[in-house]
C-alpha cells in the first residue's frame, strides 16, 4: 500500500494556498466520498482550495482483499475517513475489527499497533490512523511483495 494523500489548504501569511494534485491517466480518487477517474489519456493536474479527504485508487483496500484482522481495522478507518455521512456504522464496525485484531494476536508489538489506532480514530485522526497501518503493512510484506508496491 502506498500512502494516503490528504489534502489541507495550507495558511501563507493571509493567504490560503491550494494543493496541487497530479492524478496518472486512468487512474481514479475518491474525494470526500465522491469517485473521480481521470478518463484522459494523459495525467490531470487539479488544485484543491478547501479541505478534503482524499485517497488514491492505489490506496484504497476493497473489502475482499482485506485478508487480516488488521486489514479489516484498516477497511473500517478508510470507510470513516471517505464515507463521513456512514461515521457511526462503520464506526461500530472498526470497533469490532480493532477488538478482534487485538484478540487475535500475542504479539505485543501488534497489540500496541491497535491500541495507538484506536486512540487515533478517538481524536478522529482517521489519516494518521490510515498512514500507521499502511507503515505497518509496509514492513510486514514479504520480501517479493515488498518490490512490487
Known amino acids: 500500500m502506498a ?10 501569511g493571509d493567504k490560503l494556498m ?5 492524478i496518472p491517466a486512468g487512474e481514479k480518487i475518491v474525494v470526500n466520498g465522491a469517485v473521480l477517474t481521470n478518463s484522459s489519456s494523459k495525467a490531470m493536474h487539479f488544485s ?5 479527504s482524499i485517497m488514491r485508487e ?12 488488521l486489514q479489516n481495522v484498516y477497511l473500517f478507518i478508510q470507510l470513516m475517513y471517505i464515507e463521513p455521512g ?14 478482534i485484531a ?4 500475542t504479539d505485543n508489538d501488534e497489540r500496541n499497533l491497535v491500541f495507538e489506532v484506536v486512540g487515533l480514530v478517538g481524536e478522529k485522526n482517521y489519516y494518521a ?10 514492513a510486514t510484506l514479504p520480501p517479493a511483495e515488498e518490490s512490487a508496491d
Open 48 to 52: 484543491l482550495e478547501n479541505d478534503a
Open 86 to 99: 456512514s461515521h457511526e456504522d462503520h464506526h461500530k464496525s472498526f470497533q469490532n475489527a480493532a477488538q
Open 129 to 138: 490512523a490510515l498512514k500507521l497501518l499502511q507503515k505497518h503493512f509496509k
Open 102 to 105: 487485538f484478540l487475535s494476536t
Open 18 to 22: 491550494s494543493l496541487k494534485f497530479r
Open 58 to 69: 492505489r490506496d484504497i483496500l476493497l473489502p475482499e482483499n482485506a485478508e487480516t484482522p
Open 3 to 12: 500512502v494516503v494523500i490528504v489534502a489541507y489548504v495550507v495558511p501563507v
